[in-house]
């Protein structure tokens, strides 16, 4: 019975039908479809359904730092987030990876793409709650041979470890950056991973800083360079890409490379607005977008967070029209599934039936001039009433199951971190 | 009994407190209260008390375009806003005003400065919504010498009949724009208001195109202009003023004029993004928050609103701590109360209790680490429960009165309007 289901009467494209989901993944589209008995029914008169959303740059477990540093200088939010970090746990991973899925599900998130530490407790998260990840390894030693080796081990002890996971969770490899990752082990890592089948996640040109930095050592871009030691392509994802050159561009877009836009992190902490989606788009990059962490950003809300993509790149491109409807919501659904290597992102038969369901009954969706519109520009995400994901509803009529235990276990442990920290 | 009201055990700053409100206006703050019979009581247990937010600049009655026009360059959207006004009737107004009251209030809104056509019934909608505005007759003769004389009739008439609205309804008048209005009829609005006490508000430097022109045709700025014609002022308030010099800045800051950032219509028409709020602040003007008409910003979310303004000045300052958590409260709160004449905008005995009530039973407000911070950056507007106008509950547990009706008769209009301009 996991994952078979029949919605009935929802609206696809401002068409009412029903769709037959079959083992996880969408078999039918039509009109009255008759299922067997003991299928469950979800009415869905009323809603919209659309693709859910993947999340393709965050650091999940982060979400119990959301809100400890507002208002500060990049140095000082920096010295507050690596503090804390420094009282992480597995316990203060899992319930923080839990809060945050709770909130993507509940924002309409299926899917994400995770950098952060203890994957093993997050991977465990990630299956008690129903959604998907890749979960990676993350590489950081700062030129510290100690920390070289045992990375290394660790990611391979993880890597055994990941092969009990289920199919919903995926093990990755992260190279941090790379101005925080020796050249040894960024190359170790990339062929660890690709020789494995894995996918690579790194950040990239975040900050001006950052590339200045990288110029002065090196006397070439961060791009450039990760091109030069064959990094690039289409199974890495490269996060924030804030500050590229024309050649960056046409590196990533030659390469196939995923970029990933992290537009509330990006200009929260002041570190640009300037993201070359048109460029990026006609090079031949996979463009899709990510909320950060909850540190940065706040929330985890790709909804929102796709709001303010197309309003930051109307603007600074002084162009109304610039990024519009249908390919912001690529960018948030099917370009992201694509680089997860996921047959979803898209409401059609054969595809995983990875949906939600978009309540329509607020001031926001009134008039209904452009459903689309609405749901990006109008309305806020307490409008998506139910999240699917395989068939499986892990949220209908705003409700997750298991929510009040989530947010009293992370109360909890979001004390026990203030008193390791303060002790 | 109008207007009475005891709140108990809300959060205020953090502290659990009641608070008693007598004839519209917040009597006692403390613990423990006690109140006469037959007072309504609220139990505000787990929820955080703020002042309602004041919109200082929107159309409201353009709520029935919303989604109208999208991903539009500025001239399509014109043409289409334009078109779609000349259809505009009584019932239009009333009912898109109505619509637009609705989202305000669930949004957590107590109060606007309108700017659009026939006021009077928008005056009756803001009647039967329960809230406050101000709404403006608006001057925009386009140097037409019948508009310039009618208007100043017409505006006369409705002012006349202005004098039977109640206290929460005020008359003001708008000078459409530098660049709509004949000087003649800018001088003489002025003089009609100032000689009765009634407030002032424009449109001033929203786009680059606009002050060029302007000062291509006069040699100086439409700021400058302005306070030579001795427009400028404490009753006046300027929305958008996007394209400042240094001397526009100090102009309107020695005035004391209140200005009105319109942030997400601002980027969403790409008008621009650098809105000088450090330097009017600085200055003496008083800054404010507006979401412009729902036909370009889409929605009236003010605290939405007031996110996306922090973000936006986070990044084009290049500073992290732009526009601090408190000062942006102040800019949605207590400047557009100020700059409407109510002394409302805090929770402080003697003011009007205009308030709303936030649940932070979601995963937004969990952890708890910074109570603003996660209302403004991490929740959505759902979060706002309650909203009380002078002691009066238009929404509590995210109910407002008469909501169905509302949208389904907005419904009905929306109909109505689209065979209209396609007859």
Redesign the interface.
Same mark, same amino acid.
């Given at each position: 019975m996991k994952g078979n289901l029949l919605l009935r009467n929802v609206l696809l494209e401002g068409c009412s039908c029903d769709i037959y989901i079959k083992d996880g993944t969408i078999s039918r589209i039509g009109s009255a479809l008759q299922c067997g008995d003991g299928i469950q029914v979800l009415d869905g008169r009323g809603m919209s359904v659309l693709p859910a959303f993947v999340n393709m740059h965050t650091h999940a477990g982060m979400t119990?730092?959301?809100?400890?540093c507002?208002?500060? %200088?990049?140095k000082a939010?920096l010295d507050a987030v690596w503090k804390a970090e420094t009282a992480l746990d597995d316990d203060l991973v899992y319930w923080g990876t839990r809060?945050a899925c709770?909130?993507m599900i509940?924002t309409g998130t299926v899917a994400f793409n995770d950098m952060y530490w203890r994957i093993d407790r997050a991977a465990q998260a990630v299956e008690d709650s129903g959604m998907r990840a890749q979960l990676t390894y993350c590489f950081l030693d700062g030129g510290d041979p100690d920390k070289q080796r045992l990375q290394k081990e660790e990611c391979e002890a993880m890597y055994a470890e990941s092969r009990s996971w289920s199919s919903r969770v995926r093990f990755g490899v992260s190279i941090h950056a790379h101005y925080t990752v020796s050249d040894d082990n960024m190359l170790w890592a990339a062929d660890f991973a690709r020789s494995r089948g894995l996918l690579l996640h790194t950040h990239l040109s975040e900050t001006r800083t950052e590339n200045e930095a990288h110029q002065a050592r090196y006397g070439v871009s961060p791009t450039r360079r990760l091109a030069d030691m064959g990094l690039l392509g289409r199974d890495l994802t490269a996060a924030h890409t804030l500050w590229l050159s024309d050649e960056d561009v046409r590196l990533l877009g030659d390469s196939g490379t995923t970029v990933v836009h992290n537009v #509330?992190s #990006?200009?929260?902490?002041?570190?640009?607005?300037r993201f070359r989606y048109n460029e990026l788009r006609d090079a031949g990059a996979n463009v899709t977008m990510g909320t950060d962490g !909850?540190g940065s950003? #706040? #929330?985890l809300?790709l909804r929102?967070a796709l709001k303010?993509a197309?309003?930051?790149q109307?603007?600074?491109?002084?162009?109304? !029209?610039?990024? %519009?409807?249908d390919e912001l919501l690529a960018m948030g659904t099917v370009n992201g599934a694509r680089a997860l290597g996921l047959n979803s992102g898209k409401v059609e038969e054969g595809a995983l039936a990875d949906l939600i369901l978009v309540d329509t !009954?607020? %001031?926001?969706f009134? %008039?209904?001039?452009?459903f689309k519109?609405?749901f990006i520009? +109008?309305?806020? +995400? +307490?409008c998506i009433d139910t999240l699917i994901c395989g068939g499986r509803i892990l949220m209908q009529g705003g409700r997750v199951e298991g929510?009040e235990e989530?947010?009293a276990r992370?109360?909890e442990e979001?004390e026990r971190f203030l008193r390791k920290i303060n002790a």
């Open positions: 119990l730092f959301r809100g400890i507002e208002d500060m %200088p990049l939010w809060l709770l909130e509940r #509330n #990006n200009l929260k902490l002041a570190s640009g607005w !909850a950003s #706040n #929330n809300d929102e303010t197309a309003l930051a109307k603007a600074w491109r002084e162009d109304p !029209a610039a990024l %519009p409807l !009954a607020s %001031p926001f009134v %008039p209904a001039h452009n519109a609405n520009y +109008s309305a806020n +995400s +307490s929510q989530i947010l992370a109360r979001t």
